[in-house]
């Protein structure tokens, strides 16, 4: 069996996600591994040509990818009080396509995800970002249950 020496959670700021980090921060600690926590700014909808008042497109996303610094730095600061062996990284993209990449690039050996169990017309209309990842990644991935 492979060392895992690294382990890649992606986080949105739900209990979905933080029940995974809390899976891939056990598994960081038992391993002796690298944790990478991982937050992927959705690629807002394309708003040019439409009216939207007070603020430049350009500047909305500024604004979304400092509230995201903000957010994961106070995660961070207050879930891994106890643990150094770790990077935070924020990208912009499609999640799952991002998952994959981040994970393929840091040379992760497993990728910790939590899924939010949504099911019937939820699930067709929006997807699964972790079942995505399952399907198309070359790394192995872990899905948690909220409340697992």
Same mark, same amino acid.
């Given at each position: 069996?492979?060392?895992?020496?690294?382990?890649?959670?992606?986080?949105?700021?739900?209990?979905?996600?933080?029940?995974?980090?809390?899976?891939?921060?056990?598994?960081?600690k038992?391993?002796?591994?690298?944790?990478l926590?991982?937050?992927?700014?959705?690629?807002?909808?394309?708003?040019?040509?439409?009216?939207?008042?007070?603020?430049?497109?350009?500047?909305?996303?500024?604004?979304?990818?400092?509230?995201?610094?903000?957010?994961?730095?106070?995660?961070c600061?207050?879930?891994?009080?106890?643990?150094?062996?770790?990077?935070? +990284? *924020? %990208?912009? /993209?499609?999640p799952?396509?991002?998952? =994959?990449?981040?994970?393929?690039?840091? $040379?992760?050996? +497993? *990728? %910790?995800? /939590?899924?939010?169990?949504?099911?019937? =017309?939820?699930?067709?209309?929006?997807? $699964?970002?972790?079942?995505? %990842?399952?399907?198309?990644?070359?790394?192995?991935?872990?899905?948690?249950?909220?409340?697992?």
């Amino acid at each position: 069996m492979k060392k895992i020496s690294t382990v890649l959670t992606a986080i949105d700021f739900s209990d979905s996600s933080d029940n995974a980090f809390q899976m891939a921060l056990s598994l960081a600690k038992s391993f002796s591994a690298k944790l990478l926590v991982l937050h992927v700014i959705n690629e807002p909808v394309d708003l040019r040509g439409f009216y939207v008042p007070h603020i430049s497109f350009e500047k909305l996303e500024e604004e979304i990818e400092e509230g995201a610094q903000k957010m994961m730095e106070s995660f961070c600061r207050s879930n891994l009080v106890d643990f150094t062996d770790y990077e935070c +990284l *924020i %990208v912009a /993209g499609l999640p799952y396509e991002q998952i =994959i990449k981040q994970a393929e690039e840091k $040379s992760a050996d +497993l *990728i %910790v995800l /939590g899924t939010h169990g949504r099911t019937g =017309i939820d699930h067709v209309l929006f997807g $699964s970002t972790a079942e995505k %990842v399952v399907r198309k990644s070359d790394v192995p991935v872990l899905t948690v249950k909220l409340g697992e």
